[in-house]
């Protein structure tokens, strides 16, 4: 049986992937409907092949609308866009005339108990948005996980139920960004597909599965094999699904020369390992909160890269089946599936036995007991793996005790090695 049409976000994505191109997306919130309106026109207008973001701001990322509300009445600044202040129907105007089949635009906000920010973007008309019960719990807050994933199993169901006969919503799970570095990639794949098992149990059937570039190329783009390799082995066959990578997010280069870099250094590994989509970061990362021009330039710098690369490029590394990263990877979904039926319960009593355990995390139900390291190479290692189901491999490095300095060191690496 045929899959009916998609003309939503998936299949914008999937569109543009057939056609050999990489979609670039901005990480834009503005707390003005007139300024957001002109950032998604400009990059609706970018060179390349583009969709558009609105990132909602900290007070509605919480819950706590009554301060949107009132920076809204009073002209204050707030650092995204305040949907729920501003109401289904103000968007619904600001997104007329913009959001289209060849424009489709995704709400990102950060909420451990989204229902709420669901309901409006339906209402305004969206059928994209990302995050997780996990990776937007742990990091950003301290609701209980068993809480975050019941509100986000209500959440998925809500957008599920949303959308049209050609329009199929579309979830992203942030679960490949986990505290944007020294997370080792075989966790950041298993917890990308985890978070795409539980969308798909709860009705989504079109989703898509993050990573964040981290600290070595090589590695990236090992990772970014496991994870399409495991994605293809448990997804349900009805899903539909791409990779999206995310630029470092970690200090970025303080020099426009160094983020330029880092930059395309992350689109020509978005093309050569196979990513259908690449969240861009600008020159002023290090600094403030992008203007909407340096967002352009960010889009059109990504795409530029992205038409000059090619997956079978002379010499770029090939790592086909994952290696390490998917044997880690799929060792620890295997255990968390193995826990329970339904995902949220697995994904609770794995955080709570130490199966999944996030390095530097300081979330009450992440037991702490897991540390990384750089190595020589510039990779990600696991220092100390906890109660980690992890497989036999190669001897690991030995654990340092972690300083303050040594945390500075890692943490600057990719700065540092971006901005010389």
């Known amino acids: 049986m045929t899959a009916p049409p998609d003309r939503g976000f998936g299949g914008f994505v999937a569109t543009a992937r057939s056609h050999g191109h990489l979609v670039v997306q901005p990480r834009m919130g503005f707390g003005s409907r007139a300024r957001m309106r002109v950032g998604l026109e400009r990059t609706k207008q970018a060179e390349g092949v583009t969709v558009g973001t609105i990132t909602l701001d900290s007070y509605t990322r919480v819950g706590d609308f009554a301060a949107a509300r009132a920076a809204v009445g009073g002209n204050s600044p707030l650092n995204g866009y305040p949907l729920l202040a501003h109401g289904a129907e103000a968007t619904r105007a600001l997104l007329d005339g913009v959001q289209d089949e060849s424009f489709p635009v995704q709400v990102r906000h950060g909420s451990a108990r989204p229902q709420a920010v669901f309901a409006e973007l339906v209402a305004a008309g969206v059928h994209a948005t990302e995050g997780g019960p996990v990776s937007y719990c742990l990091?950003?807050?301290?609701?209980?996980?068993?809480?975050?994933?019941?509100?986000?199993?209500?959440?998925?169901?809500?957008?599920?139920?949303?959308?049209g006969p050609d329009v199929v919503p579309h979830l992203e799970s942030f679960g490949g960004c986990m505290l944007g570095q020294l997370c080792p990639p075989g966790l950041l794949v298993a917890l990308s597909v985890l978070e795409g098992l539980f969308f798909a149990q709860h009705g989504l059937r079109s989703i898509s599965l993050s990573y964040a570039q981290q600290t070595s190329t090589e590695q990236d783009t090992e990772?970014?094999?496991?994870?399409?390799?495991?994605?293809?082995?448990?997804?349900?066959?009805?899903?539909?699904?791409?990779?999206?990578?995310?630029?470092?997010?970690?200090?970025?280069?303080?020099?426009?020369?160094?983020?330029?870099?880092?930059?395309?250094?992350a689109a020509s590994l978005a093309v050569r390992a196979g990513a259908a989509r690449l969240i861009v970061k600008t020159t002023a990362e290090a600094h403030r909160i992008p203007t909407i021009a340096e967002?352009?330039?960010?889009?059109?710098?990504?795409?530029?890269?992205?038409?000059?690369?090619?997956?079978?490029?002379?010499?770029?590394?090939?790592?086909?089946?994952?290696?390490?990263?998917?044997?880690?990877?799929?060792?620890?979904?295997?255990?968390?599936?193995?826990?329970?039926?339904?995902?949220?319960?697995?994904?609770?009593?794995?955080?709570?036995?130490?199966?999944?355990?996030?390095?530097?995390?300081?979330?009450?139900?992440?037991?702490?007991?897991?540390?990384?390291?750089?190595?020589?190479?510039?990779?990600?290692?696991?220092?100390?793996?906890?109660?980690?189901?992890?497989?036999?491999?190669?001897?690991?490095?030995?654990?340092?005790?972690?300083?303050?300095?040594?945390?500075?060191?890692?943490?600057?690496?990719?700065q540092r090695a971006y901005d010389s």
Request: aromatic share 6%; hydrophobic share 40%.
């Open 139 to 163: 990091p950003y807050s301290r609701t209980p996980l068993r809480e975050s994933v019941r509100h986000w199993a209500e959440s998925c169901e809500l957008l599920a139920s949303a959308g």
């Open 223 to 265: 990772a970014l094999a496991a994870l399409h390799r495991l994605a293809a082995e448990e997804l349900p066959p009805d899903v539909r699904w791409h990779s999206v990578l995310y630029a470092y997010m970690g200090l970025y280069p303080s020099t426009a020369r160094g983020a330029e870099r880092l930059l395309r250094s």
């Open 295 to 414: 967002n352009v330039a960010a889009l059109e710098l990504a795409a530029h890269t992205a038409a000059q690369a090619r997956p079978d490029e002379p010499g770029a590394p090939r790592a086909e089946s994952g290696g390490a990263v998917y044997a880690e990877a799929r060792a620890l979904v295997h255990a968390v599936r193995e826990l329970h039926p339904d995902l949220g319960t697995a994904l609770a009593r794995a955080f709570a036995r130490g199966l999944l355990d996030i390095p530097f995390c300081l979330h009450p139900d992440n037991q702490g007991r897991t540390r990384s390291l750089i190595d020589d190479q510039g990779r990600l290692r696991w220092s100390s793996t906890g109660g980690l189901p992890l497989p036999r491999t190669a001897p690991q490095p030995t654990a340092r005790a972690m300083t303050s300095a040594r945390l500075l060191e890692s943490l600057t690496f990719v």
